[in-house]
């Protein structure tokens, strides 16, 4: 006689899991500030953070070979590559000796659903303006040091960084980026010919850019009036502020 055998133990648990962790997601999806309030009240954060704990970091410099400088940054789940393409260019009339520092920040659609096909958000365009007011006030590259020739050539740095993965806290995450891919940018030695008017660049020696300050950034977010979320990720409710970052 043949009997059937039932599921394994192993099975039935692992799809009670299953079902746990997808009413969990549901739940929170329509009930996004509840969801929220559950973990607070507890003092911990849905990932398992305390309320000023910080996700973990990580930096690796080089990866695009085809850029003068770069830069992966992992925040968490939010990982943020930056590049640095340069370029020779003729300075401003009332700045002859001041090259130009110009980051830029992409959310394409493949980052986050929140995000969609198009021309830049809002959101990129506050953050890109944000990200450039910080590394021009911070002086981290003396815009002098990229002069060529006085009143006739200097070098563009385009600093351009695309989020990969948007998991919250995208500032924090570029800002960290740019500084790491501008300490990784190599730009060859050039000199000016003041006869012809051309700038010749070397193709074997390169040189290290000078980055002379560090700037850092840490965000928070206030959920409710009544706590203060370090590092906040991409959970929001109705109820939460936009994230400030503190220099």
């Not at 999806?29 to 953070?49: I, M, Q, S, T």
């Not at 815009?143 to 009143?151: D, H, M, N, P």
């Not at 800002?175 to 891919?181: G, H, Q």
Request: glycine share 6%; net charge neutral; charged share 20%.
């Amino acid at each position: 006689m043949m009997v059937e055998s039932g599921p394994s133990t192993s099975a039935a648990s692992t799809s009670k899991a299953d079902q746990d962790a997808l009413r969990a997601a549901t739940f929170q999806r329509l009930h996004p500030k509840v969801y929220l309030e559950r973990f607070l009240a507890e003092n911990v954060r849905p990932d398992g953070r305390e309320l000023g704990g910080w996700r973990e970091v990580s930096v690796n410099v080089g990866s695009i070979s085809t850029a003068d400088g770069s830069a992966l940054v992992r925040l968490g789940k939010t990982t943020v590559v930056c590049g640095v393409k340069a370029e020779i260019a003729e300075p401003e009339l009332d700045s002859p000796e001041d090259g130009f520092l110009v980051p830029n920040l992409d959310l394409p659609a493949i980052c986050h659903p929140r995000f969609k096909p198009g021309p830049p958000t809002e959101e990129a365009q506050v953050l890109s303006d944000r990200l450039n007011e910080v590394l021009v006030t911070s002086g981290v590259i003396p815009t002098k040091s990229l002069c060529i020739e006085a009143g006739k050539a200097v070098w563009v740095l385009y600093v351009d960084a695309t989020c990969i993965n948007y998991d919250g806290n995208a500032f924090d995450a570029t800002l960290l980026a740019m500084v790491a891919a501008l300490k990784n940018t190599r730009l060859p030695k050039t000199s000016f010919d003041a006869e012809t008017g051309r700038t010749i660049c070397s193709r074997k020696s390169k040189s290290p850019v000078h980055v002379s300050r560090l700037p850092a950034s840490m965000s928070f977010g206030i959920f409710d009036n009544t706590h203060v979320l370090a590092d906040p990720t991409s959970l929001r409710s109705p109820c939460s502020t936009p994230h400030c970052p503190s220099r």
